[in-house]
């Protein structure tokens, strides 16, 4: 995909945390660039271990969807700045020291800096916890991202939808994802309605 230019207002920044559900991540990314959607990619340390062990790839094929990957160490990257507009920013998956970190407002991480402007700039922000059970720490640092306006998707198996492998339910918490930027997407079919 081509270079981003860093005024084009459509990009989405998909951060990948070192939670379990990297194939949710790589499922995001490249539904984004199959829509024609800029993604500016950054993965942290954990994350790169949970790629290879979960999905088999190593961040360079992940990035290859992307349309720029920055270094989690680089807080001079373009999208540490609220100057640099986004259409959005999504965590996935989300692990509960980075919801920690977001809710708190830290940011000594490229990934955990971008939260916070997205936050401090009122953009969209999705975050994907993906643990469970969930402690009542968790529950309040995910509250308290849901106070301040981020979107907590967590990666909750669909059933209605009669998934037929993991990768039916991956493609659907992809499109949930996608759904909160409103980014079309063929990825799962929505509820139709009939007897509960």
Same mark, same amino acid.
């Given at each position: ?30 539904? #984004? ?5 800029? $993604?500016? &990619? ?7 271990? =949970?790629? /290879? +062990? ?55 991480? #490229? ?5 916070? $402007?997205? &936050? ?7 975050? =994907?916890? /993906? +643990? ?65």
């Amino acid at each position: 995909m081509e270079g981003w230019n860093l005024t084009d207002s459509r990009a989405v920044v998909i951060g990948v945390s070192g939670a379990s559900g990297a194939p949710i991540a790589v499922r995001v990314v490249g539904a #984004l660039a199959d829509a024609g959607v800029p $993604v500016a &990619l950054v993965v942290s340390d954990g994350a790169r271990t =949970v790629l /290879r +062990e979960e999905s088999g790839i190593e961040v360079a094929a992940l990035s290859a969807r992307a349309t720029r990957t920055f270094d989690d160490h680089d807080l001079t990257a373009p999208i540490a700045s609220g100057s640099v507009p986004t259409r959005g920013m999504a965590i996935v998956p989300a692990s509960m020291n980075t919801v920690a970190k977001v809710a708190l407002g830290l940011g000594d991480s #490229l990934l955990l800096r971008a939260a916070q $402007v997205h &936050l401090k700039e009122r953009r969209p922000l999705v975050v =994907v916890p /993906r +643990e469970t059970p969930v402690s009542a720490i968790h529950l309040r640092h995910l509250a308290t991202l849901a106070e301040l306006g981020a979107i907590v998707l967590p990666a909750s198996p669909p059933y209605y939808t009669h998934p037929k492998s993991v990768d039916d339910q991956t493609d659907f918490l992809a499109g949930k994802v996608l759904d909160q930027f409103g980014v079309a997407h063929t990825l799962y079919r929505g509820w139709k309605g009939g007897a509960v």
